[in-house]
């Protein structure tokens, strides 16, 4: 099995034009096979492109071709509104890819969906996507770097790292039930707690690897978390430990506020709560190849 | 972007947020004549975007002209903590009967907005949170709400705010919330603000971060940019639209994606070597971007080596090989080039690279691997990694 997506998720991509970003990452998801069934554009309603037949609205999409998740990679200014746009149409599944929205806005989104609509998952902002290998790939994650019928779970804050993280997997051999990239941002939609509470549902995902890096306490949280409610085993990451406080790193949520959030501070409880604590992406690998030969 | 006190104080008046008559002065001269228009006492302050101003005899009183001048003089130039003061703000001094603190800030745990106020403003607020964490009273606002009357007219009684100022610190905690919400702030902070002894109650300083991201729907900051001190290096990074942060170290560092950069800071020291810089090139690895990336780098003589980490994903490794060896036709770069390319078509990029091989440009195919690659070719002493 998998989390959030799976063989039978239909994707409507918003925001869909000849020459957007949403056409050519939803061709690349269509190519892997994920069933990419919609797309919307106010000013091309009834249009087909590549295929892919457009409707006015997610609301029109949904009620047409029973589209269950969505994708966006629309720009900061518009993305708040199809999120929301997506959620009130019924989507059950948010994928928004889109880079450097605004922080007032994604609290502002957060809690909006939080109190009208508890039944819709907002995956990112700014972050690669999801993969489950050979079943759903929504996002812009390379399909070929995942490998399928595996026993382990991915999550990770940062979008390249957990490019590195698949790969390295994949590269020893090891397949993946899930990877899921939550993103860098303040306010993620999706954190590690919901992605460790569903891998630790799934009957197939056998071992977790979490990918974190420097800011906030999301780790520390994913940490509380494994303790208390985690059997499976977790091998972990954090990004940043050389990093200097007081300066972002590129991402908007990565920055070492006082004695606040230092990689050290998430390795120890990461480490305490049980966690196989890795110092980088390859060494992480090889901790899980370990992992998986113990596994029952 | 973190503004300057004088900034924070003009994007304060724009709320209504009530301060203290000042002007910003850049020489003695101006500064005495704003001082002479204000009245005295007035309050001479150094503009640096640093703490400690106070204790590091940035901020003086002024009784007179000549005292006016001798402190503008003495302050300006002034290097407090890295920092050279060259604009000064200066204020009509306030009598203050009691400090107090304010701010608002994003709850990344709890997802919503955190208001702290407390009757113990005038100090470091981290210090407070440390050592008397019951001075400080919180509360959580809803953004889909926002801040009531009557809760900033709560939060306030909870704080022990002394009741003749209570009203007005409530009132003005909602224009704050009002200030950092469609102001786009990161931080909003007042700290002091001031109850004066005839009842008045304002702020007497201001520390305001914006947004960058919501920079697209304020075209009024662009006042406050160029004024930056900047290291010439993030400067020129910043024209070029890369993300960039200097660090100490020897090995320059360039990769695709914030994680990725991070983690090949960490790599390259755990193998003995130490990080230049972080540099994030983004997605994509073009040519040009390339280029720009090895030209911020070159500028930086503690450079002796340069490690190019890619993991294509979207970008295919043919491009990002292309990209590089095109980059090397049109900056002459000084250290030697240690690239690791993985992920999409990594083969083919390796092949590109490997035609253009030398001693000034050497591919290797695992990220440990070329850590120690680079640390070694910057005369570094290669340890062994954490990774067997």
Known sequence: MSIFVDDTTKVVIQGLSPSGQGLYHGLRNRAYGTKVVAGTNPKRGGEVIEGIPVYASVQEAVAETGATASFTAVPPAGAPDAILEAARAGISFIVCITEFIPAQDEALVFNILRREHPGTRLLGPNCPGIISPGKCNIGITSGDIALTDGPVGLVSRSGTVFYQALYELTQNGIGQTTGVGIGGDPVPGTGFIDCLAAFEEDPETRAVMLIGEIGGSEEERAAQFIAQHMSKPVVSYIAGVTAPPGRKMGHAGAIISGSQGTAKAKMAALGDAGAIVAQNPTEAAELMVDVVKGLP | ?388
């Open chain 2, 1 to 388: 972007m973190d503004l300057y006190e004088y900034q924070g104080k003009q994007y304060f008046a724009r709320f209504d947020i009530p301060t203290s008559p000042g002007a910003v002065a850049d020489t003695v001269d101006e500064a005495v004549a704003r001082a002479e228009e204000l009245g005295y006492p007035v309050t001479v302050k150094a503009q640096v975007k640093v703490g400690g101003r106070g204790k590091a005899g940035g901020i003086k009183i002024a009784g007179d002209a000549e005292e006016a001048r001798r402190h503008a003089d003495a302050i300006l130039g002034l290097d407090i903590k890295g920092h050279v003061v060259r604009r000064l703000w200066i204020e009509k001094s306030s009598d203050i009967a009691k400090e107090y603190y304010a701010s608002f800030t994003l709850d990344r745990a709890a997802k919503q907005h955190l208001c702290m106020v407390s009757a113990k403003g005038g100090v470091d607020i981290e210090e407070v949170a440390v050592t008397d964490p019951d001075a400080i009273s919180r509360l959580h606002v809803d953004p889909t709400e926002g801040i009531s009357a009557t809760a900033a007219a709560g939060v306030v009684t909870s704080a022990g705010i002394d009741e003749e100022a209570r009203a007005q610190a409530a009132e003005i905690l909602v224009k704050l919330y009002e200030c950092y919400v469609k102001g786009d702030c990161d931080l909003a902070e007042i700290n002091p603000m001031i109850l004066t002894p005839d009842g008045i109650v304002r702020a007497l300083d201001a520390k305001v971060t914006l947004d960058d991201n919501a920079a697209f729907r304020h075209p009024e900051w662009e006042e406050f940019e160029g004024l930056e001190d900047m290291d010439p290096r993030d400067k020129l990074a910043k024209e070029k639209g890369l993300q960039y942060v200097g660090l100490d170290g020897f090995v320059g560092i360039i990769a695709n994606g914030a994680g990725l950069g991070m983690s090949t800071c960490d790599v390259v020291e755990q193998v003995g070597g130490e990080p230049a810089n972080f540099l994030d090139v983004g997605g994509g690895a073009s040519a040009e971007v390339m280029a720009n990336a090895l030209e911020v780098i070159n500028t930086d003589e503690k450079v002796k080596s340069i490690f190019i980490n890619i993991f294509g994903g979207i970008t295919r490794g043919e491009e990002v090989a292309n990209g590089i060896v095109q980059a090397l036709g049109r900056v002459q770069i000084d250290a030697p080039i240690v690239v690791r390319l993985d992920g999409t078509n990594a083969e083919e990029g390796r092949r590109i690279l490997s035609e253009h091989e030398s001693d000034r440009l050497v591919s290797v195919p695992t990220m440990m691997g070329a850590a120690r690659k680079a640390t070694e070719l910057a005369g570094g002493v290669v340890k062994e990694a954490a990774a067997r």
